[in-house]
């Protein structure tokens, strides 16, 4: 990906800020901190999993 940048240790909020509006193609979400994206992740995986063990149902809602 092209807009990423090197990390630095101690990175503001307003430093990831000005790199956030920098950015050729910002995120449309960024999720600032240690805990957002680990959390973020955790929950999206647990939605991943369930949408994987009903993926036979949604399909036949599909029809032929």
């Given amino acids: 990906m092209e807009n990423r940048l090197p ?4 990175i503001s909020l307003g430093d990831a800020l ?3 509006v920098d950015a050729l193609e910002p ?3 960024l ?6 994206y680990p959390t973020v992740k955790a929950v999206y995986e ?3 999993a369930t949408w994987e063990a009903w993926n036979e149902v949604s399909t036949a809602a599909h029809g032929q």
């Fill in 18 to 20: 000005f790199r956030l």
């Fill in 31 to 36: 999720l600032l901190g240690k805990i957002g």
């Fill in 7 to 10: 990390t630095r240790p101690g």
């Fill in 27 to 29: 995120p449309l979400r």
């Fill in 46 to 48: 647990q939605r991943l």
